[in-house]
């Protein structure tokens, strides 16, 4: 495979072997508040919460009806497989959430 140079060179790749070359990347760390626990910590200009815990409370706080709604709907299959499992003859009522 023939390939240019920064120089302008054109060369051939003749083998498979590599070097490595490339370095770490190092980024500033700057002054943030959590939005989830209010504290005050220095992270990636990137990062909006403190640590993963509070990451994963903010997503649970804005779906929490979604993930209660499939968490719900998961418990109520499952109790009606149990249910068939242990009397074939029930039919499994599937999502009423009425015993
Ligand atoms: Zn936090």
Redesign the pocket.
Known sequence: MDTMTEAGERVTVVTRQTRVVSFERREALVEKV?P??T?P?AGLRRAR???HA?AQRAAYARNADRVRAARRERYQRRKAERAAARDPQVAPKAGTGVE
Do not use: H, I, K, L
């Open positions: 959590c989830q626990c504290r910590f919460y403190c640590s509070c």
